[in-house]
């Protein structure tokens, strides 16, 4: 069982581990940069020589405490944006890689459906968003503390475990785009790109006051600055985004039973 998942995870063992460490590189920097930065920028100031919309569209006048700080340096834009688009980018990869590379025929040799092909070559991709987690999660949690300033271990810990739904419906949406796209490279442009247009969408779209305009963007369901700075865990969104995931799945793994590979 799961013999296509573990060799998948496998090949992505050495580039999860390698994205753990330069995330927890680049946690621990922020991490350290932090008390610095607040004692010496007025971010009040700072704010009130920015446009309100930019300001309210970042969240700007959070950044005066080491959560808001980290919440937007870190986990609002290198987290979100970055890590989602990279998930969705290695998913987008996957599948359309080996039909693109003529190894899909080797592969659908052996006694396995499309529909699980499909399934755990997304399952495999739990490893780099497992170890980005952990060492991002540890990095901060360690470092926090060494420089006076601890964050609230729930909320970390909560910021942690509510992006794992966030990150796999990123997979979910990559591995639709591996299924469907004409080429690996239209691919893994069509999903990373998605992720970045769905972020600029939720930007917009509240900033004109037209949230619902941003429903489809999965980082409506996922906020980090929320969870930091106020504990707020929307566990509702959560489900909303492991229901997309399963529906993304269940689409790509229909649409790769009917595509012709010759």
């Known amino acids: 069982m799961l013999e296509t998942a573990r060799y998948e995870a496998e090949k992505r063992l050495l580039g999860s581990l390698a994205l753990a460490g330069g995330l927890a590189a680049f946690a621990a920097m922020m991490t350290l940069l932090a008390p610095g930065v607040l004692g010496e920028v007025d971010v009040a100031a700072l704010a009130e020589q920015l446009p309100p919309a930019f300001v309210e569209a970042f969240d700007l006048e959070l950044m005066g405490s080491i959560e808001g700080f980290l919440a937007i340096e870190l986990y609002e834009f290198l987290w979100l944006v970055g890590l989602g688009a990279y998930v969705a980018y290695s998913a987008g990869g996957a599948v359309a890689g ?20 499909v399934t755990e070559t997304s399952l495999a991709l739990l490893l780099p968003i497992l170890a980005a987690n952990v060492a991002v999660f540890a990095t901060v949690f360690a470092t926090t503390r060494f420089v006076g300033d601890p964050i609230a271990a729930v909320d970390l810990l909560a910021v942690h475990a509510l992006s794992i739904p966030y990150f796999c419906c990123c997979a979910a949406f990559g591995t639709l785009a591996s299924v469907s796209a004409p080429g690996r490279v239209v691919a893994e442009g069509v999903a990373a790109g998605g992720v970045v247009g769905a972020f600029l969408l939720k930007t917009v779209s509240a900033a004109a006051d037209l949230p619902w305009l941003g429903a489809v963007a999965p980082m409506r369901y996922y906020d ?11 566990l509702a969104g959560a489900g909303i985004l492991l229901g997309a995931t399963l529906v993304l799945l269940i689409a790509s793994a229909a649409w790769f039973r009917e595509v012709d590979l010759s």
């Open 98 to 117: 080996d039909v693109e590379s003529g190894r899909i025929d080797t592969v659908l040799a052996a006694p396995i459906s499309r529909e699980r092909l």
């Open 224 to 234: 980090p600055t929320a969870i930091l700075t106020a504990s707020e865990y929307d």
